[in-house]
């Protein structure tokens, strides 16, 4: 115990003689301070480095938070600013549409009275076109007409003066005739004769199965007798006896003249008419739709075609 008594004791004056005289003994050279003090500079600047962006990063997170997380009033009039900018848009696109479907109907509207005047331009043109086609027609047709009647008149006139003078041709023969059958009696059986032989000769055997009409003969392309002159001397209220008459036979066919016309008889006489018919029947004249026929008063309902010449 009292050899580790006097090693502690001894230990404790080493170490509290011992430093002064090491601090003694080591003296530091300039250089050494020089050096000391530039480390610890650059120990301070490094340690003022490190703590300088400490102090800003302490600073900024206030700033940080007002412009990332804006208060309540001002997210407020930001969403109603950008309400407004949307609304506005809204009515800005209606405006513009209406403007848009204002603007089509007007194209519309003015295009559909282009074409109604370019219609009614076109009607215009027409109508005076027909205007001008009928005019110039009526003026045609009052030339032509003006012209055949003009025609028409003298060549009415000719034929009626033809029809005057044949008519008092035939009177005078007519007149001749029956004193020339007194005179020569002979004459007068041998002419009945040849007229009965040659009615007997054209008599039908079966006048409905052998008579033809004139549409059955593809229509009447004969004489036609002038209207006026045929309601004088011709139809239902003009009668005569064909035995009276000059007679003829001309290709077959028998033919008499009445009126100063020469009648050729085309169909067969019918096998029922009397055997005297041309001698005690009276007969006439008549034009139908069709043409011209022989009649018998006895039989109105058949009647016998014939065709007419000078």
Known sequence: MRRFGLVGTGLLAFVLLGTPALGYAYQPQPQDQDKEKQ????????????????????????????????????????????????????????????????????????????????????????????????????????????????????????????????????????????????????????????????????????WQSEHRDWRQRGGYHGYHIDDDFYRVHFGREHFFRVYSLPFLVVGGYPRFQYEGYWFDILDPIPEFWGPDWYEDDDCFIEYTDDGYYLVDERYPNYAVAVSISF
């Open 39 to 206: 480390q610890q500079q650059e120990k301070k600047r490094q340690q003022e480095q490190q703590t300088k962006p400490q102090k800003q990063q302490r600073a900024t997170p206030p700033q940080r938070t007002r412009t990332q997380q804006p208060p309540q009033r001002e997210r407020q009039q930001q969403q109603q600013n950008q309400e407004q900018q949307r609304v506005q848009q809204q009515r800005n696109q209606e405006q513009q549409r209406v403007q848009q479907q204002d603007r089509s109907k007007e194209q519309q509207r003015v295009q559909q009275q282009q074409r109604n005047q370019e219609q009614q331009r076109s009607q215009e043109q027409q109508r005076v076109q027909r205007t001008n086609r009928n005019q110039e027609q009526q003026r045609v047709q009052e030339q032509r007409n003006q012209v055949q009647q003009q025609n028409g008149n003298q060549e009415q006139q000719r034929v009626q003066q033809q029809q005057r003078n044949r008519y008092q041709q035939t009177r005078v023969q007519q007149n001749r005739r029956p004193v020339e059958m007194q005179r020569t009696p002979q004459r007068q059986r041998q002419w009945q004769q040849e007229q009965q032989h040659t009615w007997q000769e054209h008599r039908a055997r079966n």
